[in-house]
T-cell receptor
């Protein structure tokens, strides 16, 4: 079984400032790691994923996350946020050969002008 | 291409009633999973169906059931509704199951169920 801990429930940040959302996981098997974003009253959208290979993965809208196996972490970063990045962000883990995803409790990012 | 579609978008039910939620996966996807997202929490896995067979079940009571049809669409049924069943119910579709499944899960907009 896997579990995910998102260390920050709310992160307020000013526009154009950097942001980091922390995610730690536990698992007894090899895993795939994901970050999803949820805008108000919407479903989940995949932001980025780590499957294998390079430990640094990037999204098309400037987010990046780094898989750290020794620290069992998959923190999400963006060097300069926009108002439109205001949303809830979920870290998720899926065991290789597993059929489900386990999600963290989410981090609400509020970007202020 | 249409994404994952869920219906209805919102629903209000009374305690003790039964509810059916519907999901149509992305064309060509044969696997459907259901998740419950209670306000303020992350989604919790309920079921996965692949090729009309249940492949996985989360820690939910027997009041929750689901099925998948030959066209790969799915229904989630909840009987004897409790106030605590109020949540956003999300459907996700993937092309296959098992090792490949976790690489590409596409979520619908969800059905917001309110039990009063």
């Amino acid at each position: 079984a896997q579990s995910v801990t998102q260390l920050d429930s709310q992160v307020p940040v000013f526009e154009e400032a950097p942001v980091e959302l922390r995610c730690n996981y536990s698992s007894s098997v090899s895993v795939y790691l994901f970050w999803y974003v949820q805008y108000p009253n919407q479903g989940l959208q995949l932001l980025l994923k780590y499957l294998s290979g390079s430990t640094l993965v990037k999204s098309i809208n400037g987010f990046e996350a780094e898989f750290n196996k020794s620290q069992t972490s998959f923190h999400l970063r963006k060097p300069s946020v926009h108002i439109s990045d205001t949303a809830e962000y979920f870290c998720a883990v899926g065991g290789v050969n597993d059929y489900k995803l386990s999600f963290g409790a989410g981090t609400t990012v509020t970007v202020r002008a | 291409d249409a994404g994952v579609t869920q219906s209805p978008t919102h629903l209000i039910k009374t305690r003790g009633q039964q509810v059916t939620l519907r999901c149509s996966p992305i064309s060509g996807h044969k696997s459907v999973s259901w998740y419950q997202q209670v306000l303020g929490q992350g989604p919790q896995f309920i079921f996965q169906y692949y090729e009309k067979e249940e492949r996985g079940r989360g820690n939910f009571p027997d009041r929750f059931s689901a099925r998948q049809f030959p066209n790969y669409s799915s229904e989630l049924n909840v009987n004897a509704l409790l106030l605590g069943d109020s949540a956003l119910y999300l459907c996700a579709s993937t092309a296959t199951t098992g090792a490949i499944m976790n690489t590409e899960a596409f979520f619908g907009q969800g059905t917001r169920l309110t039990v009063v």
